[in-house]
């Protein structure tokens, strides 16, 4: 099969769980992982006669978010209702935006290009039903149990226009609007638990042309690797379809990621659908002014602005600066060991955050706050391989055990007599003993070509080290070598 002659277009929704103490309607603690249906009241339970009031601290997340990305803020947003009935949704609507939305047309650059935002609007949550028996799936479900603490819980769906062309540009463009929430503090945004929801709208078309194909929306994607292939399995099942003479259906499929495939579900609903009509229960939304002010002025520095800052002040490269801003507190860990670094370099900091650390992070899946190491114990190691107390390689060793169990880089190196022999008389004693000791390969350095110079030297080198275990100062052990034999 081939992908040339053909371009993909892609726009996607992202539903976001906004991290506001309470629910989006009602005083609910708004809070994952209670017993079932604790987190209930009245008003997300929807009895008859409770009565919905907007939680100002949305709006206020809404409006940070705006002023990150540079969204309009319309004088006034509505709520609708959308109807439609199903049992996760105990009012057989949901509250949601409409034709108004609080936010409309933002951007967000991704490598480089601008990815439009055409709408960013709230809603609240739906329960969640658990299928029992049957392997969880409901046509084969015994019954069903529905837990409504997260009804109610306040959304943002955050709608891409279609300027999205590949499956890595899909996920570059999720990956830097997650570190945008999660620098403005408005989510968690973990899609491996659900707090951030991603579905991809996917279309194909010649090459060439300007008139967009018929789009296929895909769901169930809960890691960014999932959406990546997701979107790529898609691209290849519509170019199929068309170069097999098919029409694409306009339709929602299901992406089942043990299969690796993308399933029909049913075919989408119009929005005629759902009924939409102005919630009666709720004003208009109208944000101040002060609020929009105070909103602008609580957006932090921004993953990119961040990441070029690491870049010029430490010369970090635009890879490592990505690692260092997108783990959760490791450029805060890395900038505080900066700040307490004595002797030794910013960028020797970041390199042992990007490898050694965040390589014990991978493996033991801790997150940086709970490490033993602080970050003047990071900044004390490299002032120990800065000063030439202990070489690289031994830094590494040094290090493990400082991410397992609390104790200081410089309380290892005493307790192992790891410091590096650096004390030039006692040096310049032992390249003598092991020259006077060799002084055959001496004499075939000296009246060898470059390449015989070259291995003899290693060889002396070698041999220079094996007598100081390994801790001779190799810079000071390189001189003395080039004194002796010169
Ligand atoms: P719907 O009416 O189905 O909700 P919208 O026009 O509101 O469709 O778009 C929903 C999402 O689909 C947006 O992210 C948009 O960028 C994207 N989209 C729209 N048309 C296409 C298309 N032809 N191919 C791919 N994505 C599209
Ligand atoms: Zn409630
Ligand atoms: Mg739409």
Excluded at 237 to 243: S, V
Excluded at 285 to 294: D, F, K, L, T
């Amino acid at each position: 099969m081939t992908t040339s002659g053909y371009e993909a277009v892609i726009g996607l929704e992202a539903h976001v769980e906004l991290a506001t103490a309470t629910k989006l309607f009602c005083g609910c603690p708004n809070e994952f992982g209670a017993a079932p249906n604790t987190h209930v009241c009245p008003v997300c339970l929807g009895l008859p006669g409770s009565l919905p009031v907007l939680n100002r601290a949305v709006v206020e997340y809404a409006l940070r978010f705006a002023a990150a990305l540079g969204f309009r803020v319309p004088d006034e947003s509505i709520f609708a209702r959308k109807n439609y009935f199903y049992p996760d949704m105990p009012k057989d609507y949901q509250i949601s935006q409409y034709e108004e939305p609080i936010l409309v047309d933002g951007s967000i650059e991704v490598d480089g290009v601008h990815i439009g935002i055409e709408r960013a609007h709230l809603e609240e949550d739906t329960g969640k039903t658990t299928h029992m028996g049957g392997g969880g799936r409901i046509h084969e479900a015994d019954y069903s149990l529905v837990d409504y603490n997260r009804a109610g819980v306040p959304l943002m769906e955050i709608v891409s226009r279609p300027d999205i062309r590949t499956a890595e540009q899909a996920r570059a463009y999720v990956s830097e609007l997650r570190g945008v929430l999660k620098a403005l503090g408005v989510s968690d945004v973990k899609m491996e638990e659900g707090s951030m929801r991603v579905d991809a709208n996917v279309s194909v078309r010649p090459v060439g042309t300007e008139a967009f194909g018929t789009k296929v929306e895909i769901k169930n994607m809960n890691s960014l690797r999932s959406l990546g292939r997701a979107i790529d399995f898609e691209i290849e099942r519509q170019i199929a379809a068309l170069e097999a003479g098919e029409r694409i259906v306009q339709e929602t499929r299901h992406w089942d990621e043990a299969d690796g495939r993308t399933h029909g579900m049913r075919t989408k609903e119009g929005s005629s659908d759902y009924r939409y009509f102005p919630e009666p229960d709720l004003v208009p939304v109208a944000p101040s002014g002060e609020m929009r002010a105070a909103a602008a002025a609580a957006v932090p520095e921004l993953p990119a602005a961040r990441r070029a800052r690491l870049v010029a002040d430490w010369g970090v490269s635009e890879a490592d600066a990505r690692v260092l801003v997108d783990v959760d507190g490791l450029a805060d860990f890395a900038a505080a060991a900066v700040d307490a670094l004595r002797d030794g370099a910013a960028r020797d900091v970041a390199n042992w955050c990007t490898g050694d650390v965040m390589a014990h992070l991978n493996e033991t899946g801790l997150s940086i706050e709970v490490l033993p190491l602080a970050p003047d114990g990071l900044a004390e190691l490299v002032g120990l391989v800065a000063a030439g107390t202990i070489s690289r390689n031994q830094a590494k060793d040094v290090l493990a055990e400082c991410l397992r169990a609390p104790t200081r880089p410089a309380q290892v190196v005493a307790e192992r007599g790891l410091e590096q022999v650096s004390d030039t008389g006692a040096l310049a004693a032992v390249v003598d003993e092991v020259l006077a000791a060799n002084a055959d390969a001496v004499a075939e350095y000296r009246s060898g070509d470059d390449k015989a110079k070259k291995k003899k030297r290693g060889f002396l080198m070698g041999e220079c080290m094996k007598a100081l275990r390994g801790q001779g100062n190799p810079q000071l052990l390189n001189a003395l070598l080039d004194e002796r034999l010169a």
